[in-house]
């Protein structure tokens, strides 16, 4: 043998005639014949130009060589097995199928591309995704793979589920662009707010829950007057100038026509966590995995 490259093939040969310590198990193991296996070890120690075994009354006994040349050798079964159970994730992958709950702000921040990109992808997998406040997605939980809320403790009694931190941000208010506090440099005090028509979400949001609290963490309990589901519905009130809103600052609202956004002081803490099974599908770890990677790239741009 002339090459200056091995051939694995050679190597997964010897792997299975050092362990077996016989030519005639090894052959039967392999599905060939003993002259077979005997010429393609002839072949390797060649190559090699060392001794592979020594003949015994059992069989074969390894040189310290073709001991050398085993260990090479189940580094590529090692190789080819982790191959080959990527190949079957991968064939999961593209016969399985996807179900994701999310609240509004979830679903319209974080998802869009992480879903576009996950399709590309993984073309063969069926992703269904229904939008809904985050208290609803919670109690969905068990027609989803993952679920993805405005609550960081969201989780209670719930032992086969797990919940993630996806992204820390805070709550802004919302107002038409033609709102006199657009002037003001200084973030708005909840009070001056409290005093305001506001726009509320649903009971259910995870918006409104981060927001009523901390009204009331200021002593101020403010009325309900306006309670519409849905970010677009809220966004199209102020818009009319029906009232003061909130949206998740990831929400891009202040970018859009008749309407801006404002801070708050205190700042409204806000975040975004997905909630998964403690063993979750093939679909489920890969949609993550993507999600996840973007997350962090769009952290560190």
Same mark, same amino acid.
């Given at each position: ?14 792997a299975?005639?050092a ?25 390797l ?26 260990r090479?050798?189940?580094? =590529?079964? +090692? ?8 190949? &079957?994730?991968?064939?999961? $992958?593209?016969?399985? /199928? #996807? !179900? ?70 805070? =709550?802004? +208010? ?8 657009? &002037?003001?440099?200084?973030p $708005?005090?909840?009070? /001056? #707010? !409290? ?72 700042v ?19 949609? #993550? !995995? ?12």
């Amino acid at each position: 043998m002339t090459s200056e490259k091995p051939d694995p093939v050679l190597l997964l040969i010897w792997a299975q005639a050092a362990r077996s310590g016989n030519l005639h198990a090894a052959a039967d193991l392999l599905f060939m014949t003993q002259p077979a296996v005997s010429h393609r070890l002839k072949q390797l120690q060649e190559w090699v130009g060392e001794p592979l075994y020594r003949r015994n009354r059992r069989g074969i006994e390894p040189s310290e060589t073709g001991l050398w040349l085993l260990r090479i050798a189940e580094q =590529i079964e +090692a190789a080819l097995a982790e191959a080959r159970a990527l190949r &079957g994730d991968t064939q999961e $992958l593209l016969r399985g /199928s #996807l !179900a994701l709950v999310a609240s509004h702000s979830n679903a319209e921040t974080l998802l869009p591309r992480a879903i576009t990109d996950f399709r590309a992808r993984y073309p063969g997998v069926a992703l269904r995704l229904v939008t809904t406040n985050s208290r609803r997605a919670i109690s969905m939980r068990d027609q989803a793979d993952l679920v993805f809320v405005e609550d960081d403790a969201a989780l209670s009694g719930a032992t086969d589920w797990t919940q993630e931190t996806l992204v820390e941000t805070e =709550i802004v +208010a919302l107002v038409p662009d033609r709102h006199p506090w657009l &002037g003001r440099s200084e973030p $708005l005090s909840l009070s /001056s #707010l !409290a005093e305001e028509t506001l726009v509320w979400r649903e009971e259910g949001s995870g918006v409104r829950n981060h927001v009523m609290q901390a009204f009331q963490k200021q002593g101020i309990y403010p009325e309900i007057r306006y309670e519409l589901s849905g970010l677009a519905a809220v966004r199209d009130a102020v818009r009319c100038g029906l009232g003061v809103g909130f949206v998740s600052a990831l929400n891009g609202a202040g970018q859009r026509p008749g309407i801006a956004t404002l801070t708050t002081t205190p700042v409204i803490r806000h975040k975004l966590s997905v909630l998964h099974r403690r063993a979750p599908s093939h679909s489920a770890k890969a949609f #993550l !995995a993507l999600l996840q990677h973007m997350v962090t790239r769009e952290k560190a741009g």
